[in-house]
């Protein structure tokens, strides 16, 4: 069962930081095309004679940088995430393409004959623990304790339930978006060279498939479309909980198109509990509300002796 985890944690590894763009009242939907930039740049850095690890440097860098300019636009320009990231998408994946044609590999084509060291970052195990698993793990405590115990966290969670008590409270409403999105971009450039590692191939597409099942977590782990609520913890779950459950459905026999509308099910239904456990919430306290107005007219109203 550990061994099986491979398959399907790195998804989590991106689900933690998107978590936290999400929280702020963000969103990025270019994390796929960040992770296929990444992931081609380190292959191609390293065709052309670099060391590999120089070249995950690279790669890493390339997706520091688009995290960058996906921070800058919605700062600057106070745009819909949304709509910006929605054109960064495609820009990156485009800039992935013509990277991979600067490769002398065609179209989806893969860069192959990735040293054995860097084959096991991924595949390899570490106590008889899979490496993916362990690197998730990691990721998972740095980002509760990002989100859970630090400053950070705290503003970002105001910033995500209230921008103009924010402000006037003179947070750097700026820094801290900038920072969730430059985290999910690296952490997205990283999922980019694991996935490199664990298929033993660099490709312009190996995101392409990334963004649904990431955001399905993010949604099924409970954090809000809305910003200023969610936890760590939930999107761990999440992790865990469709993960193994794609896994067993796959196991039954069921095809990926069978699987998907099962979790796209799971998805639909998550939501609609949410939306009704906030409205059952909203109408029990505007109740408490009336109940204690119409006390206190009660006993303004009563004859003074």
Not at 110 to 121: C, D, H, K, W, Y
Not at 173 to 194: D, N, P
């Amino acid at each position: 069962m550990l061994n099986s985890t491979s398959d399907f944690v790195y998804l989590g590894i991106i689900a933690m930081p998107l978590a936290l763009v999400m929280i702020t009242g963000g969103i990025d939907i270019s994390f796929g095309s960040v992770a296929s930039l990444s992931a081609i740049i380190t292959g191609v850095t390293f065709q052309a004679g670099l060391n590999i690890w120089l070249a995950v440097l690279v790669g890493l860098a390339a997706a520091f940088v688009a995290g960058l300019v996906n921070a800058a636009l919605i700062v600057s320009t106070g745009a819909q995430p949304m709509v910006i990231t929605l054109g960064t998408l495609f820009l990156f994946a485009g800039l992935a393409l013509g990277a991979s044609g600067l490769g002398g590999v065609s179209s989806f084509e893969g860069i192959s004959g990735l040293p054995p060291s860097f084959v096991a970052l991924a595949s390899g195990k570490t106590l008889g623990v899979p490496n993916m698993l362990v690197i998730f793990l990691v990721v998972a405590v740095v980002f509760a304790v990002l989100l859970g115990k630090s400053s950070y966290g705290r503003q970002a969670r105001l910033i995500g339930a209230n921008p103009k008590a924010a402000a006037y409270a003179g947070l750097s409403i700026g820094k801290v978006i900038t920072v969730s999105y430059v985290l999910t971009a690296l952490c997205a450039g990283f999922v980019g060279i694991l996935l490199t590692s664990y298929l033993s191939s660099a490709r312009a597409d190996i995101g392409d498939a990334l963004l649904m099942p990431t955001l399905t977590l993010v949604v099924i782990g409970g954090v809000s479309m809305y910003g200023g609520e969610g936890s760590i913890g939930g999107v761990l779950i999440a992790t865990f909980v469709i993960g193994f459950l794609q896994q067993g459905l796959r196991f039954m026999g069921m095809t990926e198109n069978q699987v998907a509308v099962v979790t796209g099910s799971a998805l639909v239904v998550v939501a609609s509990l949410r939306w009704w456990s906030g409205h059952f919430r909203e109408r029990v306290k505007n109740r408490r509300v009336q109940r204690a107005a119409l006390k206190a007219e009660g006993k303004s109203a009563q004859p003074v002796a």
